[in-house]
């Protein structure tokens, strides 16, 4: 397999599930500027939606979309984070991959390249509201958001939600969110991943 990636965006979380996995797998940077990967391939050929992650398998197809190659990953190596069997389990599971793919995820976007000071406030307001909801799904005491075992949903949310360090934004009103990250932010592969990319 051969993962494209950006350091720090969400392809990250693609980078650590393989790691976690123990899956061989080659590595390929994407300038997003050039749209060229460090190998000098036209990642525009590779992924025509022009971002990553973007995961070239072994019979030389192409995944796209972040969700799709966790949900890819975890079907197909299984073990630890194998996507549950039960109806309902497997739906909770789409479910945050869903809300952090289509509504948390995007609210970042406005806050790294912010149009006036007055976007940036209201920016700001709808990542909290996010936030609330991450909060309120851990509330319970459970130390991930399916429960007690950490599941590929909770590698995305640590990518997407880590990047409130970068842009200088405390997490200490959601402290509930802010321990999930602290526990999967120690895992080996975790640090392996992010050394790898220059972020630790």
């Avoid at 952090?100 to 006036?116: C, D, M, Q, V």
């Avoid at 842009?167 to 592969?189: K, M, Y």
Wanted: glycine share 8%.
């Amino acid at each position: 397999m051969k993962l494209y990636y950006t350091p720090g965006t969400c392809s990250l979380a693609a980078h650590i599930l393989l790691r976690e996995l123990g899956i061989e797998f080659d590595m390929d940077r994407v300038d997003h500027a050039t749209k060229r990967t460090e190998s000098g391939e036209d990642f525009l050929k590779i992924n025509a939606k022009g971002y990553v992650a973007a995961l070239r398998l072994d019979n030389g197809e192409v995944l796209t979309e972040g969700a799709a190659i966790l949900l890819y990953l975890a079907d197909v190596a299984g073990v630890e984070f194998s996507v549950p069997v039960s109806a309902i389990g497997a739906a909770r599971l789409h479910e945050w991959l869903v809300y952090i793919a289509a509504e948390l995820h995007p609210t970042f976007g406005p806050l790294f390249h912010p149009e006036s000071d007055t976007v940036l406030e209201q920016s700001k307001q709808r990542l909290y509201r996010k936030l609330d909801i991450v909060e309120s799904g851990l509330s319970d005491g459970r130390r991930y958001l399916l429960g007690s075992s950490i599941s590929i949903a909770d590698i995305y949310l640590f990518v997407v939600v880590n990047w409130t360090g970068h842009l200088g934004i405390d997490l200490t009103p959601w402290p509930f969110t802010q321990a999930l990250l602290q526990r999967v932010s120690e895992r080996p592969a975790v640090k392996e991943a992010m050394t790898f990319e220059g972020l630790l």
